[in-house]
């Protein structure tokens, strides 16, 4: 089955909003909450998350916010999904905590692993810059 968590999807919500501000103001992550309905203490753990990982950037005060810490078209989605979890995409072993096989010579384990590690080397071919556009 395939896992994109709340927090994976929280994230893209986040950097979709950033790209569209980018350069031209900072985001409060209060107002991304409001707009699209999430938990702001969830969205302030996925922001720090993206900060350790080097691809946001905090400014605090008043008129504080999140921006990217580089140019969209020099930070791929796959970095952002990366920067949140570390367990694959699919899995075949629901009863396991990182969805990796008890046995090392699970067919079904290797075949879906390289399957996710193929989604994640597709994704990060594409920069946010184009995966935020509409076209």
Known sequence: ?????????YAIILINKLVQNYKKRLVPLS??????????LFLRNIASDLRKS???????????????SKHPSNIEVGEVITALTKNPLFSCCQ???????????CPHGF???????TILEKISGVTLDKFSTRE
């Not at 089955?1 to 709340?6: A, E, G």
């Not at 080097?54 to 990217?68: C, F, P, Q, R, T």
């Open 1 to 9: 089955m395939i896992r994109f968590s709340k927090k994976e999807d």
């Open 31 to 40: 107002e991304v909450a409001r707009e699209h309905k999430l938990p702001l």
């Open 54 to 68: 080097g691809l946001i950037v905090a400014v605090e005060g008043k008129s504080g916010g999140y921006k990217l």
């Open 95 to 105: 009863n396991t905590k990182d969805g990796k096989c008890a046995a090392s010579t």
């Open 111 to 117: 075949s879906l692993r390289r399957l996710s590690n």
